[in-house]
């Protein structure tokens, strides 16, 4: 399965959504992606992964470069995740403390236009 | 309950794109078994993917070897040639293996060294 990822705007944020697998076939993928979204824009990043249906290190490797990336230009990552096997995988590592997730694309596009921690 | 199968071998280019291939045949294996319910099996392919992933940063031009075997208490999976160790940038993937599955050992034998990775079964009707 590829991944596929489409990009909105919406209400000053920018909305990536994934669908499929990120793992280290795909993770490349997704990181040129918010590398290019970065370069064009300083707005907020909100990454859906309701769509993903596996995801392991080399796509958590990716999104966390993706924060740095966005916070060092004053921006934010913020992510939308229900899916038990998905947060299970930010659980295990501790990266629920790192990301801010939201249960769903409106809740990270009303945070990401809040203040910001 | 029977015992020890013996084991399926899988052996696949050492590149990033057959990683998925090996994580779905080692989960339908793993699935096949009545006494794995579908969060372990989830948890395995998820571990297994991650050895494998490592196993492929370590021999980009080479092959990649995977061992399933059935033991009557226990669903194994050695990733041949792989990691010996956590390191810096096998952390995270560390990190994920050793709560995803019940044991994690490095096993030299014959030669070969492997990342084995054991799945304690739960017995199917109980242990009555």
Redo the contacts between chains.
């Keep these: 399965m590829d991944l596929r990822l489409e990009t909105s705007d919406r209400d000053g944020a920018t909305v990536l959504s994934a669908h499929g697998e990120i793992d280290v076939a795909t993770a490349p993928q997704l990181r040129q992606q918010i590398v290019e979204l970065a370069s064009e824009s300083s707005a907020p990043l909100v990454i859906d992964l309701e769509g993903v249906d596996f995801l392991d290190s080399t796509g958590l490797g990716v999104l966390v470069s993706g924060l740095k990336r966005f916070r060092t230009l004053g921006s934010d990552v913020l992510l939308v995740a229900t899916r038990p096997r998905i947060l299970k995988v930010f659980e295990i590592t501790g990266l629920t403390q790192v990301f801010s997730i939201h249960p769903t694309v409106e809740d990270a596009v009303s945070a990401a236009s809040g203040p910001r921690p | 309950m029977s015992d020890a199968q013996p084991p399926v071998d899988l052996e696949v280019p050492a590149r990033?794109?057959y990683?998925?291939l090996v994580r779905l045949v080692v989960g339908a294996l793993a699935a096949s078994r009545r006494d794995l319910d579908d969060d372990r099996v989830?948890d395995l392919?998820?571990a297994v993917?991650?050895a494998c992933?490592l196993a492929?940063a370590e021999a980009p031009n080479g092959r990649l070897h995977v061992a399933c075997t059935e033991d009557p208490d226990a669903f194994v999976v050695d990733v041949f040639d792989g990691p010996v160790d956590s390191t810096e940038d096998g952390g995270?993937?560390f990190?994920?293996i050793r709560?995803?599955v019940d044991e994690v050992d490095v096993v030299q034998e014959g030669g070969s060294r492997r990342l084995r990775l054991r799945v304690i079964s739960a017995p199917a009707h109980g242990w009555g």
Excluded: F, G, I
């Design positions: 990033p794109e990683v998925r989830e392919r998820l993917s991650e992933t492929v995270l993937a990190a994920l709560a995803l």
